[in-house]
């Protein structure tokens, strides 16, 4: 009974010890998979990223004329002011060629790009940097509005959104609906920005208000 005691208890032992030895190779195994399968995603991920860069400046390159070293001194910038404002630097060469298709150079383009960056990332209500663009654009053509003041718009948007009942997205995108029509009727920047403000109080909708 003593050795079959032993016996059992050795095989036991022997058992579990190959299945612990098992589970440690299978976890190492699985491991390795996971920090590969994490590596290649990452690598993607890159290529992703560099082809959404290439195509935004390839959109900058058909609406301005620069040198070859022009362009890389822009995506030195780009990368450098991605970084200080919490963007990527396809939205910043993507926002410059939206401005840039206005006729702005690339330097205006620059930092009317890095004034709808700051937009999107203060303005509440403000979804992605294709609205805030838009916005700016809309309010700057409608009120002649020169790149050096345009942060005037954001400044005007974002005080009403932080004491109406209405958000800064929501000032913006009504003043694309209406900005050009306000001009012409006689109404400033901030007149126009400050009825849509009193007027969305009682309608509730931007959109409404903006038509």
Partial sequence: TGDTTKTT??????????????????????????????????????????????????????????SDATYMRFLDN?????????????????ASADFARLGYGVEEASTLADIA?????????????????ESIVSTMQAFGVLPEEAMHIIDVFNALGNNFAISSGGIGDAMQRSAAAMKAAGNTLEETAALVAAANTVVQNPESVGE
């Fill in 9 to 66: 208890t050795g095989f036991f032992r022997s058992f579990f010890s190959g299945v612990g030895a098992k589970i440690g190779e299978l976890a190492r195994y699985y491991t390795g998979m996971s920090l590969l399968t994490e590596a290649f995603q990452r690598v993607r991920q890159g290529v992703q990223y560099v082809r959404e860069i290439d195509l935004a400046l390839t959109e900058l390159k058909k609406v301005t004329d620069e």
């Fill in 78 to 94: 780009a990368s450098s002011r991605a970084k200080k404002l919490g963007a990527t630097i396809s939205d910043i060469v993507s």
């Fill in 117 to 133: 960056i700051m937009y999107e990332n203060i303005g509440d209500g403000v979804n992605d940097i294709t609205q805030a663009t």
